[in-house]
């Protein structure tokens, strides 16, 4: 097999360079590898939101790579109709895709007090951005219908910011670029590269075959580390990644009360928020959990289900008790240690990387597809280097205010879980007690890099908690070099 290039990776990035390439030159000759079930993918356990401003936190833009992250975002809102669009030319009416507009962010107090200090920064951020949106009475958003103490007292309706059906767009890329292009899919697993001298001249998949190119997109989501791992000549100088587990649902709306637009609490609890969108046919989706961890999970856990629909019945809607649930959805977010993507070519001649997205990278997909194709045809692009895959961590906490931040991030956490505490003092001993725990990681890694807290709590959901930790000591050191990556 033989293509002018080849995308290894069939989630949503993948699909949306593969198809960019082509809509900028469609004599291209281009294979796209992975199993077809797209197992583990993250692309689709997202529902997906469609946010750039709602997914501001108190944190994420005080860093110069958290101000270029949110550009990202920004440049990605201004793609979604017109890629829409286009895609929508290809397909007949009852097949289109719908950009459902409109988001209402909630702020209520079933959390910590960073849920407060995150809208207040996404107020902030639209006002300096003039940006629209408007005030609106938590008691009459289309759909909510939350258990009384659970109620916003807050919320803002963003017009320009919304949802898309991840599936059937998934789907609608894939079609299109098998009738319409010279797009092939092949439906099996990467495992491994050939490199002559200091080039990728083919990848060698489960079935024992091998597939050459010029070019070659690792586009695996988190499942990329597993190739990363095989070239040691560069593995060493990229960040490393690690998975977002996610668990998300669909249930039938309440046909009484139908969520129209997304209704989303700010990112909590190293967390993507609570969100409930609607998804044609009279469903619901609802998501999402976030844990990290070392490797790829392909299974729903019980506890993060049993969280998710308690968050769903209390918060958004408690008649969603009576609703049947449809399916679920186990996906894993690509996320590197710092939380930074991986975008750009690599020292090895014809490999290049598009991974490392986190929480919003089917949001950013019509402008990162359409950045790599052009940097790829050596076309124009508004893409800088800040996140190319080689490159040192991206430092934005201080140890010390990692250790606040990853306090807080517990509070929330366990307020939603329902913590109630004694009176007089107690919200102090338990940050205490936390933070304890938080130093004890620091110390067992002996680092200053400041990690974020969904990493910090990476630890603690570990399955193997002194394990990873020594994992991690390692790596700050370098010594990981000499080990083979992906063991644990
Ligand atoms: C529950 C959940 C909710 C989310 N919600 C949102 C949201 O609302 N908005 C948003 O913008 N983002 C959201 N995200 C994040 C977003 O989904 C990701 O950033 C994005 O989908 C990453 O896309 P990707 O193509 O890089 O990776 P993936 O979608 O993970 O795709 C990687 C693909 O590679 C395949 N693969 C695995 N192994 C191999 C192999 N050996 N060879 C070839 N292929 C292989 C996998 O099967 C998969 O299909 C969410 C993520 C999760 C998990």
Redesign the pocket.
């Known amino acids: 097999m033989t293509y002018d290039i080849t995308i290894?990776?069939?989630?949503?990035?993948?699909l949306s360079t593969a198809l960019s390439l082509a809509f900028l030159d469609p004599s291209l000759k281009i294979g796209v590898?992975?199993?077809e079930n797209?197992?583990?993918?993250?692309?689709?356990?997202?529902?997906?939101?469609?946010?750039a401003f709602a997914e501001i936190t108190s944190t994420s833009l005080k860093s110069y790579a958290g101000q270029e992250k949110f550009n990202l975002s920004i440049q990605a809102s201004k793609r979604w109709d017109s890629w829409i669009k286009k895609i929508n030319d290809f397909l007949p009416v009852p097949d289109q895709i719908t950009y459902q507009k409109g988001t209402f962010l909630i702020l209520n107090s079933k959390s910590g007090i960073l849920d407060s200090e995150n809208f207040y920064s996404i107020l902030k951020a639209l006002n300096e951005h003039n940006e629209p949106y408007e005030e609106v009475n938590p008691a009459e958003i289309p759909g909510l219908h939350p258990l009384e103490d659970c109620r916003p007292l807050r919320s803002l309706y963003l017009p320009n910011e919304g949802c898309i059906d991840s599936g059937k767009f998934m789907r609608a890329l894939q079609d299109i670029a098998t009738n319409h292009y010279k797009i092939s899919f092949i439906n099996k697993?990467?495992?491994s590269f050939n490199v002559r001298g200091n080039s990728v001249t083919s990848i060698n998949i489960e079935s024992g075959e091998s597939i050459s190119s010029k070019t070659f997109v690792l586009?695996?989501?988190?499942?990329s580390q597993?190739l990363i791992d095989t070239l040691p000549q560069i593995s060493r100088n990229i960040p490393r990644l690690l998975s977002?587990m996610?668990?998300?649902l669909v249930v039938n709306q309440d046909n009484n009360n139908i969520v129209q637009h997304v209704i989303r609490t700010p990112n909590r609890s190293g967390a993507?928020g609570l969100h409930a969108m609607p998804q044609g046919e009279g469903n619901l989706y609802i998501?999402?959990t976030n844990n990290v961890y070392m490797n790829p999970k392909t299974h729903h856990k019980a506890g993060f289900t049993h969280f998710l629909l308690e968050c769903a019945l209390e918060q958004i809607n408690q008649n969603l008790h009576k609703s049947d649930i449809k399916t679920y959805?186990t996906?894993?977010?690509?996320a590197t240690i710092d939380t930074f993507p991986l975008i750009g070519e690599t020292s090895i001649n014809g490999l290049w990387l598009l991974?490392g997205?986190?929480?919003?990278?089917?949001?950013?997909s019509p402008f990162l597809g359409d950045s790599m194709a052009r940097k790829i045809l050596g076309l124009p692009h508004e893409l800088n280097n800040i996140f190319k895959p080689e490159r040192s961590l991206i430092k934005t906490f201080t140890k010390e205010e990692s250790i606040e931040e990853a306090i807080r991030h517990y509070m929330c956490g366990a307020y939603e879980r329902s913590m109630k505490l004694p009176k007089a003092g107690w919200d102090e001993v338990l940050r205490d007690l936390i933070h304890n725990r938080v130093n004890y990681v620091y110390d067992r890694l002996e680092t200053n890099f400041g990690l974020s807290p969904d990493m910090m709590m990476m630890f603690e959901f570990s399955d193997d908690f002194e394990e990873s930790l020594d994992y991690f000591k390692d790596y700050f050191k370098g010594n990981h070099l000499r080990k083979n990556l992906s063991i644990l």
């Open positions: 290894i990776g069939n989630g949503i990035l993948g590898v992975g199993p797209k197992e583990g993918g993250a692309s689709v356990a997202a529902g997906a939101m469609l946010n697993k990467a495992k586009a695996m989501g988190s499942y597993k977002g996610g668990c998300s993507c998501g999402a959805y996906g894993n977010r690509p991974t997205t986190y929480r919003d990278g089917f949001h950013q």
